[in-house]
């Protein structure tokens, strides 16, 4: 972060300064635990809690300044702000304008993290990188991670979420990237934006930000390119596909997929090059040509592209191979679930050998079409070589309903028990696992994971 003075941030949010004017501030903290001395705690105040009843516990751990929207009576500094959320982002916005770093916002209905770790494992090959930690996307995810700003930085590379409409334009606006993607358009978050158009007015929001001389990356599988012409004309725009060779500036050839993970040549403006990624599934073949379409907008050669999409570090949840022997393979994807990832789940699955099971708890927010996204899953899986949908949950039934060969389970245990028989009958076995995030459906990979370590007979 960069070193600020109290009265400077004051300024910043047009808050009242109490205290000593000229200390200045190194860190800036909005969780207790995470506490330093010396520096400055924001007490924010959420749906479900409020910071405030904190500050106590902050100063006693050596906090040197607190922002509040409170008048307090400790003795200690503090700024006393109308929002200390807004506050936030105005701080970030700040410090984002103060620094050279080149910033790259990524959005999509799917493959947000995996792209934007992927484009951080290349841009970290070639300078000083910070980037979104874990998922934290949203209104205060995205400002914390712009506080990590200073001047040695080179790129920032920067994920924007929403579940309504109205966030990304805010993140955005305070990111003022150089580069964005939004890199798909899918049936996601409908809770909140009701209609797939309503997704896409959504992502869009990203150009709000985007500096008037930016670059846009498209994903040219995605349909709403025609409603993003107004915002997008004035910018130069890159293209990528993993299906259409016409008009992409970067798209694939001879992919091939196994249990450790995916290979590709990949074609660009620069020529051709073999790609190989420890990452399962086609929809990874186009989160890597998105990567490499944001690095190439930054003029980083294709050695190093290839280089940093082969470093990138598998992510935990996300089409996670576990291999328990050769014969024996479970593929963790219970990070989360909607239509298109869980379709994508379908065609890594096809792709494995031996006998292949898939075992799903709810999709959640759908919406009001939620039953109806369910069946669709089930007609899409009875088109694929898959051998067996095992399904639990209030929703999921709708999926083994419709599958030729599904069964249904009200409770984990009987779950649990089941697939494990029916792990050790099967010779050559891979099992994939999904669902959304309160399904708690890694539950189910942890058991077969102990159950592994203590029955030899699952690695024969």
């Known amino acids: 972060m960069i070193s600020v003075s109290l009265k400077t941030l004051a ?34 105040i959420g749906r479900n809690f409020d910071a405030h009843i904190f500050i106590q516990d902050a100063i006693k751990k050596g906090c040197s300044a607190i922002m509040t929207q409170k008048n307090i009576k400790y003795h200690i500094s503090y700024i006393c702000v109308k929002n200390t ?48 930690i874990g998922n934290l996307n949203n209104n205060i995810g995205v400002p914390i991670t712009l506080l990590q700003l200073n001047q040695s930085h080179k790129y920032g590379v920067i994920e924007l979420g929403a579940n309504k409409l109205g966030e990304i334009a805010y993140i955005s606006k305070i990111s003022q990237p150089e580069i964005i993607l939004i890199n798909n358009i899918q049936y996601s978050h409908l809770q909140g934006f009701k209609s797939l158009l309503g997704v896409s007015q959504a992502k869009s929001e990203i150009f709000s930000g985007l500096k008037s001389n930016g670059i846009v990356i498209i994903n040219l599988d995605s349909h709403h390119l025609s409603k993003w012409k107004k915002k997008i004309h004035n910018h130069h725009i890159l293209y990528f596909s993993i ?50 379409a944001l690095s190439f907008a930054l003029k980083i050669p294709l050695k190093i592209i290839k280089l940093g999409l082969s470093d990138t570090p598998i992510i935990s949840k996300r089409l996670e191979s576990i291999i328990l022997s050769s014969n024996k393979i479970l593929i963790d994807d219970t990070y989360n679930s909607n239509v298109a990832s869980m379709i994508t789940a379908i065609k890594v699955l096809e792709k494995m050998p031996g006998y292949k099971i898939l075992v ?13 996204y369910h069946r669709m899953i089930g007609n899409a899986a009875n088109l694929s070589q898959i051998n067996k949908i095992l399904s639990i949950g209030n929703i999921s039934y709708e999926v083994t ?31 994939l696992i999904k ?26």
Not at 32 to 42: A, E, Q, V
Request: proline residues 1%; contains cysteine; aromatic residues 8%.
């Open 243 to 292: 299906k259409k060779k016409k008009n992409s500036n970067f798209f694939s050839s001879h992919i091939n997929i196994n249990i450790y993970g995916t290979s590709f040549i990949m074609h660009t403006p620069n020529g051709e090059i073999n790609i190989s990624l420890p990452f399962l599934g086609y929809q990874n073949v186009s989160n890597a040509l998105a990567a490499s």
């Open 85 to 132: 959320s807004l506050a936030l982002g105005q701080i970030a916005a700040w410090i984002r304008k103060k620094t050279n770093a080149k910033i790259l916002a990524i959005t999509g209905s799917c493959g947000k993290t995996t792209v934007k770790e992927m484009t951080a494992s290349i841009l970290r090959k070639y300078g000083n990188t910070i980037s979104t």
């Open 360 to 372: 799903i708890g709810d999709m959640s927010e759908l919406g009001e079409k939620s039953l109806l």
């Open 11 to 44: 300024s910043i949010t047009n808050g009242k300064l109490y205290g000593k004017k000229d200390l200045f501030i190194n860190e800036i903290v909005i969780d207790t635990k995470k506490i330093i001395p010396g520096c400055l705690f924001i007490a924010l």
């Open 435 to 460: 669902g959304s995030r309160n399904t708690k459906m890694e539950e189910v990979v942890e058991n077969l994971i102990q159950e592994s370590k203590k029955n030899v007979n699952f690695l024969k």
């Open 401 to 431: 309903k419709i599958f030729r060969n599904g069964k249904h389970f009200l409770d984990k245990q009987d779950l649990n028990k089941y697939l494990k028989n029916f792990f050790l009958q099967k010779i050559k076995i891979t099992i």
